[in-house]
């Protein structure tokens, strides 16, 4: 059997969640953070404005098992405005987003809200307080749609500000610290 490594990866913002990019060499790619093994990949992706954790595994077959709708993913959303608690059911319900061109309807999903988590300020400033209050929001997903939890705080009326993943199944962010990268001996036990 082929020995295959996985990682843990805190993904700062303004990194794209890949190791190429063809375009002009502009981007950050997760590869300038550690010196992965050939063939590594991320599990999913988290946009290039969206933080925390990522799985990276020189397994493919992992991609399928973590990427089901057995494994949930909770996202802390910094919202723009102090959510209420109609906007959290809203959410809760499902909501009606936009889809590659199409409007789709959202799961069920866990939404409630959570005190400020006082996460490191990121790289890039969020905004001024003078701009009005934010509030914080976790989404807990079976599911993940392109921009999905922007989009379904947008639809009820509070826009994300900053959004941070902060578990994928039983594996957390805990104290891992933007950029940080953590070698795990096995991944299909703690998932």
Excluded at 57 to 70: A, F, P, Y
Excluded at 90 to 103: A, N, P, R, S
Excluded at 131 to 144: A, D, F, K, M
Aim: proline share 4%; charged share 25%.
């Amino acid at each position: 059997m082929e020995n295959h490594h996985h990682f843990l990866i805190h993904k700062p913002y303004g990194y794209l969640s890949q190791f190429i990019y063809e375009l002009k060499r502009t981007k950050k790619l997760l590869g300038e953070l550690h010196d992965f093994p050939p063939g590594t990949m991320a599990i999913g992706r988290l946009d290039e404005d969206s933080e925390g954790l990522l799985i990276l595994t020189t397994d493919g077959m992992m991609s399928e098992v973590v990427r089901s709708k057995k494994v949930e993913k909770e996202y802390y959303a910094q919202v723009d405005g102090i959510i209420t608690k109609e906007a959290v059911e809203q959410l809760q319900f499902g909501v009606l987003i936009g889809f590659k061109g199409t409007k789709y309807k959202t799961k069920p999903c866990q939404a409630k809200l959570i005190a400020n988590p006082n996460f490191p300020l990121r790289s890039q400033k969020i905004r001024d307080e003078r701009h009005g209050p934010t509030s914080w929001v976790s989404i807990t997903l079976n599911e993940g749609k392109f921009r999905q939890v922007r989009k379904m705080t947008s639809a009820v009326g509070f826009p994300t500000l900053r959004l941070v993943r902060v578990r994928i199944g039983n594996l957390h962010l805990d104290n891992l610290q933007s950029g940080e990268v953590k070698e795990l001996d096995s991944l299909l036990e703690r998932i």
